[in-house]
Each structure stands twice: as structure tokens, then as C-alpha cells.
């Protein structure tokens, strides 16, 4: 009966199996029409469009390793690492020999995903055969294979296992559904600005502040007439916010096809730009700058003859006279035969965070830093590593003056439209030294007048001098402070006493920026002021280390002004009998002064007398009052 039964369907199977075989083959083909017209749509450069053929094509038939392949190399293009990877090895365990040609490009993704190891057994096995014969293809593998050869050993030799990569989008109040990218922000980390490309047409620079819950506020143009018509491109304000150095291409004052202008901030905005002339400017090529944190150095991108080959990073320092100087070339420790780019000095005025497409590395350009050393070279470049590092290209950085927060633009995939700007923490070999800053006001003690003063930051204990800074025509001033070492800040300006101050970051880095305002004492006979960072080894009348900072400062004073005759006087606390305590005193003024004299300051100008307690200046019955009366002072007797 069953037999029967089947007997009976034998007809309809046999018009179904026929119905299906058809549909069958008209679905094959359908779907290799769909797998060569991605092909096409790869070659003519429609990425997007190729993917969304090959998937079709897949629907109707899966198991074609043609079309997988195909897919691969359209999320490859697309730099969806991942995705490809799986598109490819999905074509393999279909047909290997299929894959054999697109092997080269699996190899590449699966580096693309940090699987750098298993990108370098897939090079190895390549060049062991008859493919690698030929000389383009066996170039571009042995390309490839020190690349992963690099990567492979670089992450043997990180420590630290922990870190993560998390990219934050600052979010839709900063960044919009067109381009945001090359960000600057300042040293207190309230103000980040940016270019934004509005609407694909035209480069503006954009700004946003810090709000009191530190969440960044609504995005703005930045006030005044910098902004034009034409493109406004890549640009760094200073940390003190107060200049803007940008690149603006095809000006009527320009000297070549993009120059570096500068812009200042006003009550009113920011003001037009002004070409920084000849001597930064060339007929070539002059962008992506960056000014030092003590505005004394501009550095920048240029193709002027006499570099290394391509795009090259220059320095150029300002002058006394208000002029930039000509610019310098950094050098082959930093520039190569390609193109550098993207420099970023850190707030600690020592790490330098650049581009190279040269230098070992992952991609066509990675991201490096360079450390100047004390000698002011710079220290051969590191790679910062992946994943900050891919084998796609990388761009701008910058880092705030925390040394971890960094700052960069890139096109993931929660952005709002196009490039957007992201925050993250940087990996410990690849942190900037921590700095801190003290910014205030100069002023005449006299007449409360602003005071456009110079102010000296030394190291405490050498008296080196670690940067000069000058205060604006306002007597505005910022003085960034790294970390790990015991400075002495002191203002100075003719026909005035100098004021120092003393910040201790040698051990002490959980320090919080101060606002310091500076009244200066205009000269005047017989006007004491004391020498409160002289120091002396306890009862005796040798000067500790920690004192030539403030002792160097007043040799200058003195070799600036030679007309200047001082007294150092010499003074105790109560404490002891008074006939040791004035020859203490005058044996540590005679100390000072000698100390002067082997500065080259002239024995006439100085003059010395210990007071012993005859002169306190607060109460001996207390310790912190018999503190202030051990000092050293000094008066002026002609000037």
C-alpha cells in the first residue's frame, strides 16, 4: 500500500524535482551575475555598493567562494577588519584554492583585528610559495611581513597587560553630521576648539567649553573675524588661549599654496588672521603648527627645499625682538624620507607626538613621541603602540596636561556622520610628563598698572634655567610646571625688585594649578626686600643648594642694572647670644656676596652687614615668627 502510494507521487516528485532544478540553476547564475557585478562596482571604487551586490548574491547562493572573497575585499576597503576576516575565512573553507590569490589581503585584516601573529604565519607561508615568485607580489609581502614582524615583537615587550582602548565620543553637543577634527585645547582643559568642515565646503574653527559638572557644552564658531568665507585649516591655540596659529591655502598675501597666519583673542573675538611672513612662509607647502607652552617656539609642517624627503617638521623660535627666526629642521632623528606630520608638543615643553609613515610601525602612518633631551636633541622615536597604532592610517593627537587624556579625531562607527572627536586614556609607556601651571597678573605695586614683565622659571637647586616667559602688554601670564622637579619662578622687569616663588614637584605631584597675582616694588633708595629663597645650613653660613636659583636671579638684576649699589644684610632670631648671632649674620651676608662676586658682579655694587636680632620683623616668641627673622635682605643704596 505505502508502494502504491509512492507510485502515485512519482509524477508530482518528478515535477517538483524538475521545477526546483530549474529555479536552481536560474538562482546560480542570478547570483554570479550579482558576485561579477560587485567585482565591477569594486574596481570603479563603490565600495558600498559592492558589498550590498555580494550579499545578495550570497542570499541567493551561499556557497560560492567567489562572492565571500569578494565581500572580503569589500569590508576590507571599507578598513571593517573584522568583517572581512570572517568573509574571507568563510570563501576558504569553501575553496582554498579560490582564496589563494586574496590570501595576501586576509593577511593584512587579520592584522587589521591585532591578530598580528597569525598575520605573520600567513606571510611566512606565502613567500614559501610559487605566488611569492612574483617580484611585485614577493615586495609587498616581505613589506607586510616586517610589519608584523614588528608588531609581534613590540607587544612581547609591553608590561602592561590591562590597558584598553575605549575611544569616548565627546557626544552631539561637540560633534555634528559633518567633519570634526585636528582639536587644540588649553592647558586648564576648559577650552577645546577644532575645525569642522560645514556642510563638505568650507573649514571653520569651532569651539566648546567645560562646564561646571566637567561636561562639554554646546559647540559654537569661535567668536571675532577669523573664520572667512574661504577654508580655515589646521590650527593650534596656545595654552593660555590667548594666540591661534591655523593655515589658510590660496590668500591674496599669501607666499605659496598654504600658509601659517596668526590670530589673537580679544574682548571681542578672535581677530583677523595675519601672515607670519617670509621667513615661515614659503612658496611650497606651511601647516599643521604648534606653539610651545611659553609661546617662544612654533613648530610645523612644511615641503621647503633642503629637507629629508616629503613633508618635514620645523621649529622656528620667537626673538626678543618680536620676529620669528628662521626656521630649523628637527632633523633626521625625527624626519625620514617621507612625510612627517602632525606634530604636537605637550604642555611638559619635552614630548613631542608626531606622524610617520617611515619610522617601524604598523600602517602608512603611525603615531611616535620623542623626548628632548638635556641637551636639547631628541630622543629616537617610539611608537606608541597598538591599538592607538593600526595598519590603517592614524592622524592628529594631542594630550592634555594630565599626560593620559587624549584628544583625536577619527571615523568609528558611533559617529555622528563623518569624523568625529573621541577621548581616551593613553597607556603608560606613552604618557607626557604631568604638568601644572601658575597663571595671574603683573602689576605695579605704586599704581596697580599692568606690567608687560618677563618672568624666569629655574630649577631650584642648579639655577638652571628651564624657559623664559613673557607677560602680555595686560601683564597676563601662564608658566607650565612638569612634574618631577623643584622649580623657582621669578618676575623681573627694569627699574623693579624681582619677585620669586618656589613650587616643590620633585616629590609632590598631587599638586593643584594656582593663580598668582605679582605687585612689583619699583626701585627706591633705601626699599629692603627680602631674599626669601636664600637658604643656609643650620647655624652655620654655608648656602645650601636650593639657594642659586634666587641668588642667580639677583646676579642678573645686578648685571643689567650696574649702576644699581646694594647692601646684603645678614639676620637671626633672638635665639643664642647676641655677639654669636651678629657674627652669623655677617658671615652669611659676606657669603652672599661672594657668591655674587664669582658671578662676575662687580665688588663695588655689593656691599654686606650682619644686624644679628637688632632687626626682626616678626615675633621671636613663636617658631614661625623666629623663621621669618632668620633671612637674608636686600637694599638698595644708589641706583
Known sequence: MLRQFSLKLI??????????????????????QLTEQGFIRLEEGETIQAIALFRESITLDSNQARTHAGLGLGYAERKQHEQAVRAFQKARSIDASVMQPFLPVLAEELAGTGAFESALTLTDSLLRTPYAELITVKKYLEKKRTRFLFAVEYQSKIKDTTYRFEPHNLGALVNSTDAEYLPSLTIDGKQLAFTRNRGGRNEDFFATELDSNGQWQSSKPLPGEVNTPTNEGAMHISQDGEWMVFTACSRADGYGGCDLYISYRTPSGWTPGKNLGGRINTDQWETQPCLSPDKRSLYFVSRRPGGYGGSDIYVSHLLNNGRWDDPINLGPTINTAGDEQCPFLHADNQTLYFTSPIWPGYGNDDLFLSRKQANGTWSAPENLGYPINTIDREGSLIIAADGITAYYASNRSDSHGDMDLYQFGLPAHARSTPTYWVKGKITDRTNNKPIAAQLNLREAESGKEITQVQADKEGNYLVTLPAGMNYLLSV??????????????????????????????????????????????????????????????LAELLRENQKLIIEISGHTDNQGAASDNLSLSKRRAEAVTKFLTDQGIAPAQLQSKGYGATRPIADNNTAEGRAKNRRSEMKILRH
Open 11 to 32: 509524477p508530482l516528485l518528478l515535477l517538483i524535482s524538475g521545477c526546483a532544478v530549474a529555479q536552481s540553476r536560474n538562482t546560480i547564475k542570478k547570483a554570479q
Open 492 to 553: 623681573r622687569h627694569p627699574g623693579y625688585f624681582f619677585y620669586s616663588e618656589t613650587f616643590e614637584l620633585k616629590k609632590n605631584i598631587d599638586v593643584k594649578p594656582r593663580s598668582i597675582d605679582v605687585a612689583l616694588q619699583p626701585f627706591s633708595t633705601d626699599t629692603a626686600i627680602v631674599l626669601k629663597h636664600v637658604y643656609f645650613r643650620t647655624n652655620r653660613a654655608e648656602l645650601s643648594d636650593s639657594s642659586q636659583a634666587e641668588l642667580i636671579n
